[in-house]
């Protein structure tokens, strides 16, 4: 009896041991969200790109289901201009949502233009079926909640393939997908730019918005090449933005291979076959990510106007938009045969290298999701517009405790330009009038 | 030592084994499936890739471990378009590759700087590092696939070019379209139509075959008797991003049509 009592407790023991690793990894695998309450109703099936439109709608890029959301966001101004200081934002928002930082895909982010809140478009994992969230950080509480996408006010759109006759053509087959790369609002309209993973086309589709089911869609964009005048091919617009130039609404696109290229809204129209005009070269062995228009203050306190473009490969590009507005008056990169030159006055690099998301937050700063290159981690801050860069990011001599700013102009300057930073980037106990006391 | 004592240890075992098996099971690691064009001689101006993953992957951060090695066994740096999307299929089984489109592209600053990552007359070998699947399993193994490079391909497919086997009527036979040259294996999947003189849609299934030369489609019905049309969307493109209405890289005023995606039809009988 001893004997089998013995094997009895063996058996147990070697069944434990055996299926330990299972049980335990199944113990750690939590559903995401699993301790937000009611968090499938802040679900959706896909979310990679976000674009603020009137009256605080927000929408929503599904290339999963090739749909785009519309829902209005109810937003509170606030008072003063609030950074964002969340270092290590990945493994913040995956604690929230129990999941392990390197399953939270940050796809999106844009700045509420009232309450500056920033919106995130986020996937919950890597799966096939894995669903997606818009996270709304608030800069000022760093509290993070979840859009209702499905709510009754929101409405949504289907991108419809271009041309009734195409409907025949373009099968619903697994291997053909359209991602969504960029979204647009401008009067009245959402511009929809997307990618194939098989044709090379450059794909347009303008949708009425509020939503009544019509749809245009280009038929074609032939872009310039800029060195030899006689060639041109179709291509896929990256990102894009609308803006006047002299007077005329105009959509200023970059492509997957770096042209500037601008084309008159008025003739982005159904079958339009449009010919862009290339104003630039931004460089290539690169893909451009966000493009915006900031205005920088200069020393003397004039106001530029800029547009600014950030690139996955390499530093963003910065320009003044009046050089953007002489190229696009000029005949484009088509009628210069020289290639010495980039296409514009005054292209200028500026820090933003690994930044992910760039939006304008407010008249003084930026906000950013990066890739800290010394954690690893995803960052959500804030940059002053004009310097693109977080002082805390840098030791330097300003930093040493027996440092003193020059007694002159240019002193006081930097001084000045230094405490108001370090306040902004979350460290006041490092200004120069706290120093002086301690 | 008792039968009793004897049964329980058997027991055990088992139980481990089984336990144990269960683990290997869940143990199956991806695999690369194919890649392509399937050829492995391939033109200068290669704009596209697809490499087929036997489970569904993780959608990002890919592209660092997807190499082009020259002769040297160096990589060929800038060769893939390092895009902010990877274009994955809805099955995340699927990748496409793109050849950095500034330097295959004529008269960009890149092409004028840097050349074509591909050189005719040089050999290459794509390489696939262990990337991650979903569940964060990696590859079982790195995969290369080696191959050849030829002149540019400045042809645009040609419809006229193209050889149709009518199957017989009244049979399940496949209906085959052979191409003079490759074409693009997604193209080919959506872009070809059959249909009956009324426009309607024959259903069936579609192969490729033939390292992307030929074309099978084989009806979930029987073939009629009479005539019949193959519809071919103009967007139709081989690997190097010509289609129907021309070169991918063309010439001001050098496609056929200014519009792009018409219709070509080929009229064939099945008697």
Same mark, same amino acid.
């Given at each position: 009896?001893?004997?089998?009592?013995?094997?009895?407790?063996?058996?147990?023991?070697? =069944?434990?041991?055996?299926?330990?690793?299972?049980?335990?990894?199944?113990?750690?695998?939590?559903?995401?969200?699993?301790? =937000?309450?009611?968090?499938?109703?802040?679900?959706?099936?896909?979310?990679?790109?976000?674009?603020?439109?009137?009256?605080?709608?927000?929408?929503?890029?599904?290339?999963?289901?090739?749909?785009?959301?519309?829902?209005?966001?109810?937003?509170?101004?606030?008072?003063?201009?609030?950074?964002?200081?969340?270092?290590?934002?990945?493994?913040?928002?995956?604690?929230?949502?129990?999941?392990?930082?390197?399953?939270?895909?940050?796809?999106?982010?844009?700045?509420?233009?009232?309450?500056?809140?920033?919106?995130?478009?986020?996937?919950?994992?890597?799966?096939?079926?894995?669903?997606?969230?818009?996270?709304?950080?608030?800069?000022?509480?760093?509290?993070?909640?979840?859009?209702?996408?499905?709510?009754?006010?929101?409405?949504?759109?289907?991108?419809?393939? @271009?041309?009734?006759?195409?409907?025949?053509?373009?099968?619903?087959?697994?291997?053909?997908?359209?991602?969504?790369?960029?979204?647009?609002?401008?009067?009245?309209? =959402?511009?929809?730019?997307?990618?194939?993973?098989?044709?090379?086309?450059?794909?347009?589709?303008?949708?009425?918005?509020?939503?009544?089911?019509?749809?245009?869609?280009?038929?074609? =964009?032939?872009?310039?090449?800029?060195?030899?005048?006689?060639?041109?091919?179709?291509? @896929?617009?990256?990102?894009?933005?609308?803006?006047?130039?002299?007077?005329?609404?105009?959509?200023?696109?970059?492509?997957?291979? %770096? @042209?500037?290229?601008?084309?008159?809204?008025?003739?982005?129209?159904?079958?339009?076959?449009?010919?862009?005009?290339?104003?630039?070269?931004?460089?290539?062995?690169?893909?451009?990510?966000?493009?915006?228009?900031?205005?920088?203050?200069?020393?003397?306190?004039?106001?530029?106007?800029?547009?600014?473009?950030?690139?996955?490969?390499?530093?963003?590009?910065?320009?003044?938009?009046?050089?953007?507005?002489?190229?696009?008056?000029?005949?484009?990169?088509?009628?210069?045969?020289?290639?010495?030159?980039?296409?514009?006055?005054?292209?200028?690099?500026?820090? %933003?290298?690994?930044?992910?998301?760039?939006?304008?937050?407010?008249?003084?700063?930026?906000?950013?999701?990066?890739?800290?290159?010394?954690?690893?981690?995803?960052?959500?801050?804030?940059?002053?517009?004009?310097?693109?860069?977080?002082?805390?990011?840098?030791?330097?001599?300003?930093?040493?405790?027996?440092?003193?700013? @020059?007694?002159?102009?240019?002193?006081?300057?930097?001084?000045?330009?230094?405490?108001?930073?370090?306040?902004?980037?979350?460290?006041?106990?490092?200004?120069?009038?706290?120093?002086?006391?301690? | 030592?008792?039968?009793?004592?004897?049964?329980?240890?058997?027991?055990?075992?088992?139980?481990?084994?089984?336990?144990?098996?269960?683990?290997?099971?869940?143990?199956?690691?991806?695999?690369?499936?194919?890649?392509?064009?399937?050829?492995?001689?391939?033109?200068?101006?290669?704009?596209?890739?697809?490499?087929?993953?036997?489970?569904?992957?993780?959608?990002?951060?890919?592209?660092?471990?997807?190499?082009?090695?020259?002769?040297?066994?160096?990589?060929?740096?800038?060769?893939?378009?390092?895009?902010?999307?990877?274009?994955?299929?809805?099955?995340?089984?699927?990748?496409?590759?793109?050849?950095?489109?500034?330097?295959?592209?004529?008269?960009?600053?890149?092409?004028?700087?840097?050349?074509?990552?591909?050189?005719?007359?040089?050999?290459?070998?794509?390489?696939?590092?262990?990337?991650?699947?979903?569940?964060?399993?990696?590859?079982?193994?790195?995969?290369?696939?080696?191959?050849?490079?030829?002149?540019?391909?400045?042809?645009?497919?040609?419809?006229?070019?193209?050889?149709?086997?009518?199957?017989?009527?009244?049979?399940?036979?496949?209906?085959?379209?052979?191409?003079?040259?490759?074409?693009?294996?997604?193209?080919?999947?959506?872009?070809?139509?059959?249909?009956?003189?009324?426009?309607?849609?024959?259903?069936?299934?579609?192969?490729?075959?033939?390292?992307?030369?030929?074309?099978?489609?084989?009806?979930?019905?029987?073939?009629?008797?009479?005539?019949?049309?193959?519809?071919?969307?103009?967007?139709?493109?081989?690997?190097?991003?010509?289609?129907?209405?021309?070169?991918?890289?063309?010439?001001?005023?050098?496609?056929?049509?200014?519009?792009?995606?018409?219709?070509?039809?080929?009229?064939?009988?099945?008697?």
């Amino acid at each position: 009896m001893n004997n089998i009592r013995l094997s009895a407790i063996l058996f147990v023991f070697l =069944i434990l041991s055996a299926c330990n690793q299972k049980i335990s990894e199944t113990a750690t695998a939590k559903t995401p969200g699993s301790s =937000i309450a009611n968090f499938d109703k802040y679900q959706i099936a896909g979310a990679t790109v976000l674009a603020f439109g009137p009256d605080n709608v927000l929408f929503i890029g599904n290339s999963k289901e090739a749909k785009i959301h519309a829902v209005k966001t109810v937003a509170t101004a606030l008072p003063n201009p609030v950074p964002f200081n969340m270092e290590s934002f990945d493994a913040i928002l995956s604690k929230k949502l129990d999941m392990q930082p390197r399953d939270v895909i940050v796809h999106d982010m844009k700045i509420h233009p009232v309450s500056q809140e920033a919106y995130m478009a986020i996937k919950l994992g890597h799966q096939v079926d894995a669903k997606s969230v818009i996270a709304i950080v608030n800069p000022a509480t760093t509290d993070i909640r979840f859009l209702e996408v499905n709510q009754s006010n929101s409405t949504s759109t289907s991108i419809k393939n @271009p041309a009734s006759s195409e409907l025949l053509f373009w099968k619903e087959t697994p291997a053909s997908a359209l991602t969504i790369t960029d979204i647009d609002y401008h009067e009245g309209h =959402i511009y929809v730019a997307g990618l194939s993973n098989s044709e090379f086309a450059s794909s347009l589709r303008k949708i009425k918005f509020p939503f009544d089911n019509s749809q245009e869609s280009v038929n074609s =964009i032939e872009i310039y090449h800029a060195v030899h005048t006689q060639n041109e091919t179709r291509a @896929p617009i990256r990102t894009m933005l609308f803006d006047e130039i002299n007077g005329e609404s105009t959509l200023l696109a970059s492509y997957t291979c %770096t @042209p500037l290229v601008t084309i008159p809204a008025e003739e982005i129209r159904e079958g339009a076959s449009i010919k862009g005009k290339t104003i630039a070269e931004l460089g290539y062995g690169n893909t451009p990510i966000d493009m915006l228009v900031v205005n920088t203050q200069g020393f003397d306190g004039s106001i530029t106007k800029n547009l600014l473009v950030t690139n996955k490969n390499r530093g963003g590009t910065m320009v003044p938009f009046a050089s953007v507005q002489a190229g696009a008056n000029g005949k484009g990169m088509a009628g210069q045969q020289a290639m010495f030159a980039m296409g514009l006055e005054g292209i200028n690099e500026i820090p %933003t290298a690994n930044v992910m998301q760039i939006d304008v937050q407010n008249q003084q700063m930026l906000g950013i999701v990066r890739r800290n290159i010394e954690t690893g981690d995803i960052d959500l801050v804030s940059e002053l517009t004009g310097t693109f860069l977080r002082l805390s990011d840098f030791i330097s001599e300003y930093d040493f405790p027996d440092y003193r700013y @020059p007694q002159n102009q240019m002193g006081e300057g930097v001084k000045q330009y230094h405490d108001m930073v370090k306040q902004m980037e979350g460290y006041p106990d490092l200004t120069s009038k706290k120093r002086e006391r301690n | 030592m008792n039968k009793g004592l004897i049964f329980i240890i058997f027991l055990s075992f088992s139980f481990v084994f089984s336990c144990e098996y269960s683990k290997v099971k869940e143990e199956i690691l991806p695999e690369v499936m194919a890649v392509f064009p399937s050829s492995d001689t391939l033109p200068e101006n290669l704009l596209r890739m697809y490499v087929h993953f036997s489970k569904p992957m993780k959608t990002l951060g890919n592209l660092e471990n997807i190499k082009l090695i020259n002769e040297q066994g160096q990589e060929v740096p800038g060769a893939i378009f390092n895009n902010v999307y990877e274009l994955w299929d809805k099955e995340q089984k699927g990748l496409t590759l793109i050849f950095d489109p500034s330097r295959v592209k004529t008269g960009l600053i890149a092409h004028e700087e840097r050349g074509r990552a591909l050189q005719a007359g040089k050999k290459y070998k794509l390489f696939i590092g262990r990337l991650e699947d979903v569940e964060g399993k990696r590859l079982k193994e790195v995969y290369t696939k080696s191959f050849y490079i030829t002149e540019e391909d400045r042809l645009p497919p040609n419809t006229a070019q193209w050889t149709i086997k009518a199957p017989k009527a009244k049979s399940q036979s496949p209906l085959i379209v052979q191409f003079p040259e490759m074409l693009d294996r997604l193209s080919l999947l959506q872009r070809l139509q059959v249909t009956d003189t009324n426009k309607q849609a024959i259903q069936g299934e579609v192969s490729i075959t033939n390292q992307e030369r030929e074309w099978r489609f084989v009806p979930t019905k029987k073939w009629s008797k009479g005539e019949h049309i193959l519809y071919v969307h103009g967007r139709l493109e081989d690997p190097c991003g010509n289609n129907l209405n021309g070169l991918f890289d063309h010439k001001i005023g050098g496609l056929k049509n200014e519009r792009e995606g018409e219709l070509e039809s080929i009229r064939f009988k099945i008697q």
